[in-house]
């Protein structure tokens, strides 16, 4: 009998806990293609066809090739351990979308902001979001083919980033690549918070 209450705990359920990341960037940058690639489940995607009458308003410089945009948001999920997934939410990089961003962000314990080296000044925005809200974040530059590879000291210069915001090279394509950087947004906002909790000397 001692043997069956032992194996019974063995098998008890794990509860996880659940953690809401968004995934933000500018047009192109490669958002969707970064929760779809890590997404354990099929992901939800809100993408229309690029139209001519967006074109006064999108700037397509350096995505020509590009012919959808995602008007609302992306949605996936991962398993990072038995206690622990992440529900991502990637946001929609057009300026006229923006307004859905405080909604998306509402719960959220931190953010990627995807970059690209060929247009840097399109992550601006969503650097200065999560700034001001005080939401952890951390910089991903994605490795697209024919992009000038910087180090990460230089990017995080050119964005003038606070020295703890950790910056990655990813490519998000690659499903190991994404999660690392998922893990290190984890792991930043849970220091940040840990910090939080330190008392002041006096």
């Known amino acids: 009998m001692a043997f069956g209450r032992s194996s019974r705990r063995k098998q008890r359920h794990v ?3 659940t953690l809401k990341i968004l995934v933000a960037g500018g047009f192109g940058v490669g958002k969707t293609t970064a929760v779809g690639s ?3 489940i099929r992901p939800l995607r809100t993408e229309e066809r690029l139209s001519e009458a967006g074109r ?3 700037d397509l410089e350096g995505v020509e090739s590009k012919t959808t945009t995602t008007v609302a948001m992306d949605f996936g999920r991962i398993t990072l ?4 997934v992440l529900y991502l939410f990637g946001t929609p990089g057009q300026d006229r979308f923006w307004f859905l961003w405080d909604e998306l962000a509402q719960g959220s314990l931190g953010a990627v902001v995807l ?3 060929r247009r840097l000044e399109d992550c601006f925005a969503a650097v200065d979001y999560f700034e001001r809200r005080r939401i952890p974040f951390t910089v991903a530059v994605n490795s697209f083919e024919g992009a ?3 180090p990460t000291e230089t990017v995080q210069a050119a964005l003038d980033l606070d020295p703890g915001v950790p910056v ?3 490519d998000a ?3 190991s690549s994404v999660r690392d950087v998922l893990v290190a947004v984890v792991e930043h906002a849970l220091e940040r918070a840990a910090r939080a909790r330190e008392p002041v000397a006096t």
Do not use: I, Q
Request: with cysteine; charged share 50%; aromatic share 4%.
């Open 148 to 150: 000038e590879r910087f």
């Open 38 to 40: 890590v997404s354990e």
């Open 56 to 58: 006064p308003v999108d």
């Open 115 to 117: 970059a690209d080296t």
């Open 15 to 17: 509860e996880p806990v």
């Open 81 to 84: 351990r038995e206690d622990l």
């Open 173 to 175: 394509r690659d499903r």
């Open 168 to 170: 990655l090279v990813c």
